[in-house]
């Protein structure tokens, strides 16, 4: 059975980082799977934030996170992590990992989510 657990959320003022982690299980070889980060704010669609591939050679980022946010993993951990700095109160949403195995762009597996609030 495959499972995501994200930790790292919290308040932080506008300004602040903050490090979030996705511990990934189950999954039969967590090197070749794509690993994303998404969002989602009450009352608006899900968004993507960041992707990362398998081997880690390739990152993608929506334009507004952009220099600002860095998605990375550790292989060797079952682990991918996004690492927010210069938050700003636009980027208050609960955060989710997700998994696409086939690498495809079908995510399959999510977790549960972890909040982020930052204060202005």
């Known amino acids: 059975q495959v499972q995501l657990v994200e930790s790292g959320g919290g308040l932080v003022q506008a300004g602040g980082s903050l490090r979030l982690s996705c511990a990934a299980s189950?999954?039969?070889?967590?090197?070749?799977?794509?690993m994303a980060w998404f969002r989602r704010v009450p009352g608006k669609e899900r968004e993507f934030v960041a992707q990362?591939?398998?081997?880690?050679?390739?990152?993608y980022y929506v334009d507004s996170v952009k220099g600002r946010f860095t998605i990375s993993r550790d292989n060797a951990k079952n682990e991918v992590y996004l690492q927010m700095n210069s938050l700003k109160p636009e980027d208050t949403a609960v955060y989710y990992c997700a998994a696409d195995p086939a690498s495809i762009g079908k995510f399959d597996y999510w977790g549960q989510g972890t909040q982020v609030t930052v204060s202005s």
């Open positions: 990362i591939w398998g081997s880690g050679s390739h990152t």
């Open positions: 189950g999954l039969r070889t967590f090197s070749s799977v794509s």
